[in-house]
C-alpha cells in the first residue's frame, strides 16, 4: 500500500466540491505527560506531514491476519493503519517510531470520520463521515470503491451485517438509521471514478425526542443517531440517540416500528438527574448476547438481550461522559469492559463485579474518546485521546486481568455430569444464556479420566482467547442433561443460534414466546 501524496490531494481539492458542511473541531490539548507505571505498550502519534489532528475512531482488524493492524480515523479526513506488533515507541512524540509503525494512510474524506469499519474479511473498510457520506475502501490498493450516499448529516455510526458483508446499517445526525446493500449499485457518480449507492430503507425520527418535551427557545432538539449494531441473530439492529438512553431494538424486516427497547433502572432522586441523558456508543461480544451502552449520565449500561423486559441493567460508573466522543466497547469475551474518559483515563471494569471500583489506565493528556479490544492478542488494547496519541495497552497481567481467569458464576451453575453417551450433546448444548460464547474441546478420550478426577473437557473463549480454559463436568453429580424440542424452542440459544430443524428465529420471536 502506498503513502499519501498531499500536494497532489490539494490540486485535486481546488477541482473537487465539498459534500456537506465542514464539522467544527473540538478543543483539545497538545501537553503530554505520560505516566510510566501504567500498562502502556506503546504510543502511536496521529500526525500527518508535521500536522497532527486528534483521533476519532480506532479499530483492529477482525480477521488472524489483520488482527493486529489497527486503523485509526481522525479529524482531518486521514485513515490510517499501523501494525501493533512492531516495536512503539513509549515516549510521546515518537514520530519516527509511528512512521515505521504507519502501514499506510490516506485521506479518505474531506471532512472529519467519525466511525470506520473492517468489512469483506478486511478486504475493504468503510469510514462514516462528516460529509454525509459512507465510502468503501479497498484496503490494500487504498482505492474508493463506492460512496454511500442519502443521509442529509453527519454519519456518526456504521456497522456491517455479521454474516453478509454486503449488507450495512448507519446512523446520522439527522435522525434517521439506513438500511444498505452493496450489491445494488447505481451509475450515478458525485465525484469522478466514485460509484454511488443508495440506501435500501430508513428510519426517520427514529429517536425523536418524546412528545411533548420542552425544548428551550431557539433549541432544536437533537434526533441525531449516535449509535448502530447489526445483532447476531441476523436481522435485528440496536440503536441509540442523543435524545435519551434508550436502546431501540428493530426487525430489519418489518422497520414499521421498534418491537423492544430498554430502560434504565430509575434510580434517580432529584430532578436534574431525572432528564433525560443521551447514549454515545454501543458495543456488543462476538456472542452478541450482551450490549453496552455508554450514556451521558456518567453511567454505562450493559443489557441482556434476551432478558430486556425481566432482568435490569448492569451499572458501571467511574468515567466521565462529558461528550459523545466517550465511547466504551465490552470485551469479546463479555468479561471486561472498556470506556475512555474525559478526565484523560481511560477504565476497565469486570463484567461481573459491578459495583466495584473500575481500574484507571493512565497516561493520556486530553479526553480519552474510543477504544478497542484485540482479537488475537488475550489484554491487548487501543485508546485514542485528544492529547493526539493512541495507545496501546497490555493489560494480560495486571492485576485486573488476573482476577478474571475463573469461569463466570453463570457457566458453572449450567454445568452438570453426563452420560458418556451424552458428552457430544453437551459439546453443543453449552452455547445458551452464558455471557460469552463458549465452545467445548476434548482434550482426553471420552471416559478417559484426568488425574483430578474430573472429565478431561475444557470449555473455553471463542478464538483466539484461547488461554482462558478451565476444567468442568464434576463427575460425582448424577443429573443428566435433557433436552426436549420444546425446551429448545424456549432456550435463548435458539435465538442467536436456532436449530436447523426450526425457521429462522429472531430475538422478536423470543419476547413473544415468553410472554
Request: proline residues 5%; aromatic residues 8%.
Amino acid at each position: 500500500m502506498q503513502g499519501f501524496d498531499r500536494s497532489s490531494f490539494f490540486q485535486d481539492l481546488r477541482n473537487r466540491e465539498l459534500n456537506g458542511l465542514r464539522v467544527r473541531k473540538r478543543y483539545y490539548t497538545d501537553s503530554l505527560s505520560p505516566d510510566s507505571g501504567s500498562p502502556c505498550a506503546g504510543i502511536l502519534n496521529v500526525e500527518h506531514d508535521g500536522a497532527t489532528s486528534p483521533p476519532l475512531a480506532v479499530s483492529f482488524g477482525k480477521i488472524d491476519r489483520s488482527n493486529h493492524i489497527l486503523a485509526v480515523s481522525d479529524e482531518d479526513g486521514y485513515i490510517s493503519f499501523y501494525d501493533t506488533r512492531r516495536k512503539l515507541s513509549s515516549v510521546a512524540y515518537g514520530l519516527e517510531t509511528s512512521a515505521k509503525a504507519r502501514v499506510s494512510f490516506w485521506v479518505a474524506h474531506q471532512n472529519a470520520v467519525f466511525d470506520i469499519c473492517w468489512n469483506k474479511d478486511d478486504a475493504q473498510i468503510l469510514t462514516a463521515s462528516g460529509d454525509q457520506t459512507i465510502k468503501i475502501w479497498n484496503v490494500e490498493r487504498s482505492k474508493c470503491l463506492g460512496a454511500l450516499v442519502g443521509h442529509t448529516g453527519s454519519i456518526k455510526s456504521v456497522c456491517s451485517h455479521p454474516s453478509n458483508s454486503d449488507l450495512v446499517v448507519s446512523g446520522s445526525r439527522d435522525g434517521s438509521f439506513a438500511l444498505w446493500d452493496l450489491r445494488c449499485k447505481s451509475s450515478s457518480r458525485s465525484r469522478p471514478g466514485e460509484v454511488c449507492l443508495s440506501l435500501t430503507a430508513a428510519v426517520n425520527g427514529a429517536h425523536a425526542p418524546t412528545r411533548g418535551k420542552r425544548v428551550r427557545r431557539g433549541k432544536v432538539a437533537n434526533m441525531s443517531i449516535t449509535a448502530v449494531l447489526y445483532l447476531k441473530d441476523e436481522i435485528s439492529v440496536a440503536t441509540a440517540g442523543a435524545a435519551d438512553s434508550v436502546v431501540k431494538f428493530w426487525d430489519t424486516r418489518h422497520l414499521k416500528n421498534h418491537y423492544a427497547q430498554t430502560h434504565p433502572c430509575s434510580e434517580v432522586s432529584t430532578e436534574k438527574e431525572r432528564r433525560q441523558h443521551g447514549i454515545s456508543s454501543l458495543s456488543q461480544d462476538s456472542n452478541g448476547v450482551f450490549i453496552a451502552a455508554s450514556c451521558m449520565n456518567n453511567r454505562i449500561y450493559l443489557y441482556d438481550i434476551l432478558r430486556l423486559d425481566k432482568a435490569p441493567p448492569k451499572i458501571f460508573s467511574g468515567s466521565r461522559l462529558e461528550s459523545f466522543y466517550v465511547k466504551s466497547a465490552i470485551s469479546p469475551d463479555a468479561t471486561q469492559l472498556l470506556s475512555g474518559s474525559s478526565d484523560g483515563n481511560a477504565y476497565l471494569w469486570q463484567v461481573d463485579k459491578p459495583d466495584a471500583d473500575p481500574i484507571a489506565l493512565k497516561g493520556h493528556e486530553g479526553e480519552v474518546t474510543t477504544v478497542d479490544w484485540c482479537l488475537s492478542e488475550a489484554g491487548k488494547i487501543a485508546t485514542s485521546s485528544d492529547d493526539f496519541m493512541v495507545r496501546i495497552w497490555n493489560i494480560e497481567n495486571c492485576r485486573f486481568w488476573a482476577n478474571t481467569k475463573s469461569p463466570p458464576s453463570s457457566v458453572r451453575r449450567r454445568v452438570t455430569a453426563i452420560s458418556d453417551e451424552q458428552r457430544n450433546l453437551v459439546l453443543k448444548e453449552l452455547e445458551t444464556e452464558v455471557r460469552d460464547t463458549s465452545s467445548c474441546h476434548t482434550e482426553n478420550p471420552v471416559g478417559q479420566q484426568s488425574p483430578a478426577g474430573s472429565v478431561g473437557f475444557e470449555v473455553r473463549t471463542p478464538e483466539p482467547w484461547k488461554k482462558r480454559a478451565y476444567s468442568l463436568f464434576p463427575e460425582d453429580v448424577s443429573s443428566e442433561l435433557q433436552k426436549t424440542p420444546e425446551s429448545a424452542m424456549k432456550s435463548p440459544s435458539s435465538v442467536l443460534n436456532p436449530p436447523p430443524s426450526l425457521k429462522r428465529r429472531t430475538i422478536r420471536d423470543y419476547f413473544e414466546a415468553i410472554s
